[in-house]
């Protein structure tokens, strides 16, 4: 509930973060509906692929590539890493750009490592997670492995002070973008 509200304020995904490579390992290949897109994929009735590209290479398309993974395997758009946005307008980039220097791990606004994956297996098994951190240990969405005790992190209150700096009339630099500091707002919003 509390992630939902995160996307209605104009929060993205943490996982999806353009670094993330840096952070996580994605395991597509544990995707609820892989095997099936596999089988797919192979025979291509969409002609995504060239003839000469194996079915390796095709997979990785499949969990790289919106469009795709939309028609191959839709479990897998909410991991789909985001695109490099540097090129685009500032107004347009600013929504992807709102996260912290460090990455947190612990965010209301990132999936638990057996998200999206099938029902039947076991979670506590970490050869079947979708995500986990480099050093192999799970992620939580929110912090907990219990639903329930999930909590909004600094990190997330911070970004969500990033996207509404305007609101306060602070200015971008006021905020110290990647960092949360209560203090240094509070004054930009009184001299400006
Ligand atoms: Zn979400």
Not at 18 to 40: I, M, P, S, T, V
Not at 111 to 124: E, G, L, M, V, W
């Amino acid at each position: 509930m509390m992630h939902e509200l995160g996307h209605a304020i104009g929060l993205q995904h943490e996982h999806q973060r353009q670094d993330r490579g840096q952070y996580l390992e994605f395991h597509c290949e544990n995707l609820d509906g892989y095997e099936q897109a596999k089988r797919k994929a192979a025979v291509d009735e969409r002609a995504y692929f060239e003839d000469d590209e194996d079915i390796e290479t095709r997979m990785s398309l499949v969990c790289n590539d919106d469009e795709i993974a939309f028609d191959y395997l839709p479990a897998a758009l909410p991991f789909i890493r985001q695109k490099d946005h540097r090129l685009e307008s500032e107004k347009a980039k600013f929504k992807y750009y709102v996260q912290l220097d460090s990455f947190d791990y612990d965010s209301i606004m990132i999936y638990s490592s057996h998200a999206n994956t099938p029902i039947d297996i076991d979670a506590t098994n970490p050869k079947t997670w979708v995500l986990k951190r480099k050093d192999g240990t799970a992620v939580w969405q929110g912090g907990s492995k219990r639903a329930a005790d999930a909590k909004i992190t600094e990190g997330d209150i911070a970004r969500v002070a990033q996207l509404y700096f305007k609101a306060r009339g602070a200015t971008l630099e006021a905020t110290g973008l990647g960092k949360w500091d209560g203090q240094r707002i509070r004054k930009a919003r009184l001299t400006n």
